[in-house]
């Protein structure tokens, strides 16, 4: 199978009051169309900056990263911006969703960036909050859903647009075990039915349980590749 | 992104609302005093045309003539017909200035005597603001004067006593003698030091019959400022039906001094909106630098999510701009009804009318606001928007998404 994603040699280096911090160092990765990988790791292993520099939300310090055949490492704020929002949806630990808007507003937020049309993009969101099971909260504001409704809602959000891939940094890290791993299934449902490409960091037990693939990372260098069945 | 900016600013409402408040104040206070100096503006525009005729006709080149005999108009009576007929509804006043020496019992001094006919209201209003003592010669009066006070000490003449003029006149020199039947204070000291009034008829008796220097033309459907750009169509109709040997002018050709000063309360008034403006936008600014400051993960996250620069910019600038349109409908709302309602005459209180009314102004005046000025408020209010919200749009624009999202406020 065709890589999606292509990492190579990528490293990238934080520069502070004269301190260097070497958070990755030249790690190599392919990541399929239809997969569902986890990047795992202690804290300070380098899961959340991959993440960045697959996502295109910061440049790499030495390294190739190419979404298919377009080399996207190299590209300006702009190109990256426009990227981002063509290609890739993101899920954050803090669910980071935007608090004057209610679930359906932040789950159609994305396409309204694109320029969907309102009713089509509310179509749409409305759908992608009944695949995760929150199709009647679609009025709520944040502050009027649980943690793990808001991270649906995230999770919605990202999938409304049917981005190329789904990026998620530690979606469970805030969520109690049943609704953590309620989150999961629901990802794990959405890439099993809709084919959506999860690539997600987390050092939660419960998910690195459920998912195919498994990229263990120790000082921003890759020491284990496991693929596994679900 | 109006509506997102709209929920946006009433996140801290008392922030908000105080700077809406302060750009609502700016603006109510901005058309209050558009409509104020309007008020100033056409009181000015009524006592000067009241004063001089809105519209005026001259022998061509009247400014540059030194003869006498050349200066006026001759077979004035036919030219008023014109002029009637031409503009019908007009109130036609006419004036004849005659150069003469002017002499007492003792004394002679050179002096500039007015024969004036003017409408019934200006002269009464004249006599109001500046006779001193007696009367002005009545409109066919053909032995009365009233003489400058400064004038009449150097004559050592009074109230009761005869002079005599003398002067160049179309059909050779003209004498004659007048009784002093009043004294005029006249506001500028070289007009009060030559300056005398006769009846026209006696002017024209005394130095050029059925001849007048100038016509002034009196139109009582021009009362406001506002309405002043009407006159010059007229004007241009009335130099047809007059020909070439005249000239006809509207008040600002005639007196540009006083036109430049009605025209100065503009630029004024500019520069008091750009204070008050300039100081509502600081807390525009201070509300909206915290917004984004407060903000900083959330515009990381929507940066994250693909949004480009320019996008966070123009979110941030409309909320800037719905944060001060608010306040400016406010203001808007609250000032123009006061302004119409003013329209319809106020006066001053506690007693500042007298002192109003000590600078030429009418006791009584009328707010009046042009759509520019209200045109002008809101640009004022919308740049303020802008300008306030530039500098932290830049700065929500510029975030770079990963560090955004690791900011903690």
């Known amino acids: ?230 | 992104m109006l509506v997102l900016a709209w929920r946006n600013i009433w996140r801290h409402r008392t922030r908000s609302l105080g700077a809406a408040v302060a750009v609502g104040f700016v603006v109510w206070m901005s058309v209050l005093y558009f409509g104020l100096v309007g008020a100033m503006r056409d009181g000015m525009y009524v006592t000067l045309t009241d004063t001089v005729g809105h519209v005026q006709v001259h022998i061509r080149e009247y400014r540059d003539v030194r003869d006498f005999r050349q200066s006026v108009i001759t077979g004035a009576a036919d030219v008023r017909v014109r002029i009637e007929q031409t503009l019908p509804g007009t109130e036609v006043a006419a004036a004849l200035e005659v150069p003469a020496l002017l002499s007492g019992e003792d004394r002679a001094r050179g002096a500039l005597l007015a024969g004036m006919e003017q409408p019934a209201a200006v002269r009464e209003e004249f006599a109001t603001k500046y006779l001193k003592t007696g009367r002005l010669p009545a409109p066919e009066d053909l032995d009365g004067i009233a003489l400058g006070t400064a004038l009449a000490r150097t004559l050592q003449a009074d109230v009761g006593d005869t002079v005599y003029a003398f002067a160049p006149g179309t059909d050779g020199t003209g004498a004659s003698a007048y009784t002093v039947v009043g004294l005029v204070r006249f506001p500028e000291p070289s007009q009060d030091a030559r300056g005398a009034i006769l009846s026209l008829p006696a002017a024209q008796d005394l130095a050029a019959p059925g001849a007048v220097s100038r016509f002034e033309l009196h139109l009582p459907q021009f009362r406001r400022t506002l309405d002043d750009s009407g006159l010059l169509p007229l004007r241009e109709q009335l130099q047809a039906a007059l020909g070439e040997r005249m000239i006809v002018e509207t008040w600002r050709e005639s007196y540009p001094a006083l036109s430049d000063l009605e025209r100065s309360l503009r630029p004024l008034i500019i520069v008091f909106l750009t204070i008050f403006f300039v100081l509502a936008g600081l807390l525009v600014v201070n509300t909206i630098y915290l917004s984004v400051i407060e903000r900083t993960r959330e515009f990381g996250v929507i940066i994250a999510m693909g949004a480009r620069r320019g996008r966070v910019t123009r979110m941030v600038l409309a909320e800037s701009l719905v944060l001060c349109a608010t306040g400016a409908a406010a203001g808007l709302l609250l000032g123009l009804p006061l302004v119409a309602r003013m329209a319809r005459g106020f006066s001053y209180p506690f007693g500042w009318s007298e002192i109003v009314e000590a600078y030429g102004m009418p006791a009584v005046m009328y707010a009046s606001i042009a759509p520019e000025e209200i045109a002008i408020t809101l640009a004022f209010a919308i740049g303020v928007g802008l300008l306030a919200a530039l500098w932290p749009a830049r700065v929500a624009g510029r975030l770079a998404p990963v560090e955004a999202m690791r900011f903690v406020a």
């Open chain 1, 1 to 230: 199978m065709d890589a999606l994603v292509r990492v190579r040699g990528l490293t990238k280096i934080y520069r502070l009051d004269g301190q260097q911090t070497v958070a990755l160092q030249d790690v190599d990765l392919d990541i399929g169309a239809g997969e569902f990988t986890a990047i795992a790791g202690p804290s300070g292993s380098g899961k959340s900056t991959l993440l960045h520099l697959i996502g295109g939300l910061d440049h790499p310090t030495a390294g190739e990263v190419w979404l298919e055949d377009q080399r996207i490492d190299r590209l300006d704020h702009n190109q990256l911006a426009e990227l981002r929002l063509r290609s890739f949806g993101f899920v954050f630990q803090a669910f980071n969703l935007i608090p004057v808007l209610s679930a359906l507003e932040n789950a159609a937020f994305v396409l309204e960036l694109r320029g969907v049309p309102r009713a089509e993009r509310e179509q749409t969101a409305r759908a992608a909050l009944s695949d995760l099971g929150i199709g009647e909260l679609w009025r709520r504001r944040p502050n009027q859903l649980s943690g793990g409704q808001q991270q649906r809602v995230a999770v919605a959000r990202a999938h409304a647009a049917a981005p190329r891939m789904i990026l998620a940094d530690e979606p469970t890290a805030n969520l109690d075990g049943a609704t953590g791993i309620a989150l999961i299934d629901e990802m794990r449902h959405l890439n099993q039915e809709h084919g959506v490409t999860f690539v997600v960091a987390t050092h939660d037990p419960r998910l690195l349980e459920r998912v195919r693939r498994i990229v263990y990372l120790e000082d921003g260098r890759i020491v284990r590749d496991e693929g596994r069945a679900s």
